[in-house]
Every structure is written in structure tokens, then in C-alpha cells.
């Protein structure tokens, strides 16, 4: 016989515990009384302040990054956009030309596999 | 409670104009089953009763966080739960409930509401001596003969777990028997 048949067999299951007469009946006006008043449904209205506050916070946000976005793709422009007076224009342009020369000429004659032989050959037809 | 009638409860629960009345109704329905689950485990009927209208007030206030996912009866019985570990556990804290040996036997010899005889007061006593996990599971299969799978989820414990316990009980119970037959 299993273990718990002998218990069933030797207490049974019937419920030792009385409760006062009309307990059932009293109770439930009881808890009803005893009932706090619901707000009207304080937490849908929680859910709309919130949802309206969220929603403030986002375009804040949105308005945010798009600023953020914008300075910091104009920020590195205005720092080589500085006003050049006229006595540094020449110098500027000459620099610029002089390192173009240097750096930029060779690398697309390179990229373009034109020897030197073609070139010095080009230069005295054209001239 | 059938399905469709706790189904409809649901539905009336949702609707601010009908909720007290299904309220009322669901209290009438469930405090019987409620009140035996949490007796067993404080023994007492004053204190009983108390723990079943602070589960009533608390199913109230917290009416709207149902979401119907689980049972209605379900998730009553968790709430008593664990209205009955908290005020076991104050209990405890504060020394008023004196679980050794004699003293569950002598609370329920003295108690007018306990009908039972030496054996069901030595059953009593043994279910007392049962850790707290072995015992819930103990009355709930025992006695209601509720399901493991409702069981698992008003005990968040696996089914596995749950058998693991009632087994253990059964066993320590009759052990239990066997040393004092």
C-alpha cells in the first residue's frame, strides 16, 4: 500500500476545522464594506501622463540629436573655413599648389602608369 | 467556478460599473477554499479571518494589475499565500507562535473550532513539524487535492519540485506515525 493511503486509511481527509455559524454568509458584506474606494483607474491615468511625458522627452531628444548631428558635421568645416586675410592668399595658394605638386602629381601618374619617358614625349609635342 | 463563469467575472472585473458586483461574487465563491488553505497552515480562526479579508482588500486594490493570464482562483491563492508566509513570519519574528512539540497540539485541544480526534490532532501535529515548502504542498495535494500544474504556479516551483516535496512529506508523516503508533 502506498504512503499515502495509509494515512488517508488511518486520518482520512475530512476538514478538522470548524468555522463560527454564518461565517460565509457575514464575511463576504464584511470585505465588501471593508472595500476601499477605487480611484478611476489611477493607473490608466498614470500610464497617459507618462506615455504624453515620454513622448515630450523624445522629440526633446529627437530635436537634440538632430542639433547634435548638425554641429558636428559643421564643426569641421568652420575650423578650415577661417577668413584668410589677403597678404596670406598668395602664400596659401602657392603652398597649396607646391603640395599638390609633391604629393598628388606623382601618386596619380603612378595611379595612371604613364612613365616619365611618355611624359618628357608629351610635353615636347605639345610644346 | 466553471471556465465560463469565471470568465464572465473577468469581464465584468474589467468594467469599472459592474466590478464591485463581480467582486462580490468572486469573494462568495473563493473565501470557503481560501479560508480552509490558509487555517491549516495559522491554525487559528480569528487570525484566519483576518489574512482572508487582507487578501480580499489586496485582490482589490490590485484588481487592475490581473491581466487574466493565469486562473482567477490561481492567483487569489497566491495572494493568500503569501498574506499567510508574511504573518507566519512576523509571528515567528515576534515569538508568537511557539512551533515545538506540544504546542500545536495544545493550540488545537483548546481550540472550540477544531473538530478532530487524537488522530487528526497527531496528523496536525505531524504536518506542523514539516518544513514550510513540504507542508503548503502537503495540504494542497492532500487535502484539496489540487493539481500540480496549478500548483506550479501559485508555488512558482517546478512540478518535479513539487512532487519531490509531497513525497517527502508523505513519507516523514508516516514516519512519524510509525514512531509514535
Not at chain 1, 461565517?23 to 472595500?35: G, H, I, P, Q, R
Not at chain 2, 497552515?41 to 487570525?47: A, F, K, S
Not at chain 2, 513539524?129 to 489540487?146: D, N, S, T
Request: with cysteine.
Amino acid at each position: 500500500m502506498k504512503e499515502e493511503d495509509i494515512i488517508r486509511k488511518k486520518c482520512g481527509s475530512k476538514n478538522p476545522f470548524l468555522v463560527p455559524e454564518g461565517y460565509f454568509e457575514n464575511f463576504t458584506s464584511k470585505v465588501m464594506d471593508a472595500l476601499p474606494e477605487l480611484k478611476t483607474s489611477p493607473k490608466t491615468v498614470n500610464k497617459e501622463m507618462g506615455h504624453a511625458r515620454w513622448k515630450r522627452i523624445a522629440i526633446f531628444a529627437a530635436a537634440a540629436a538632430i542639433c547634435g548631428a548638425m554641429f558636428m558635421g559643421i564643426l569641421p568645416q568652420l575650423s578650415t573655413m577661417q577668413a584668410p586675410t589677403p597678404s596670406t592668399i598668395q602664400v596659401s595658394q602657392t603652398t597649396e599648389l607646391n603640395a599638390i605638386d609633391e604629393t598628388y602629381i606623382e601618386d596619380a601618374l603612378d595611379y595612371a602608369m604613364v612613365s616619365n619617358h611618355e611624359i618628357v614625349q608629351y610635353l615636347s609635342e605639345a610644346y | 467556478m466553471l471556465i465560463e463563469e469565471e470568465d464572465q467575472i473577468i469581464q465584468d472585473l474589467k468594467q469599472a460599473e459592474r466590478r464591485r458586483k463581480a467582486f462580490e461574487h468572486l469573494v462568495s465563491q473563493y473565501s470557503p477554499q481560501l479560508y480552509r488553505q490558509i487555517r491549516r497552515m495559522v491554525y487559528g480562526h480569528d487570525d484566519t479571518n483576518d489574512i482572508l479579508q487582507n487578501t480580499f482588500i489586496k485582490a482589490w486594490t490590485n484588481i487592475e494589475s490581473f491581466r487574466g493570464d493565469a486562473r482567477l482562483s490561481t492567483w487569489l491563492y497566491k495572494i493568500a499565500l503569501n498574506e499567510t508566509l508574511n504573518f507566519i513570519h512576523r509571528e515567528k519574528e515576534m515569538n508568537a507562535i511557539d512551533t515545538t512539540d506540544t504546542s500545536i497540539a495544545n493550540r488545537l485541544m483548546a481550540d472550540e473550532y477544531f473538530d478532530g480526534d487524537e488522530t487528526e490532532l497527531q496528523l496536525q501535529h505531524a504536518i506542523s513539524l514539516l518544513p514550510e515548502k513540504q507542508r503548503i504542498v502537503f495540504q494542497m495535494k492532500y487535502y484539496e487535492e489540487m493539481r500540480y500544474e496549478e500548483m506550479s504556479k501559485i508555488l512558482d516551483t517546478s512540478i518535479g519540485a513539487l512532487k519531490a516535496s509531497y513525497h517527502h512529506a508523505v513519507k516523514k508523516i508516516c514516519e512519524f506515525f510509525n514512531n509514535n503508533d
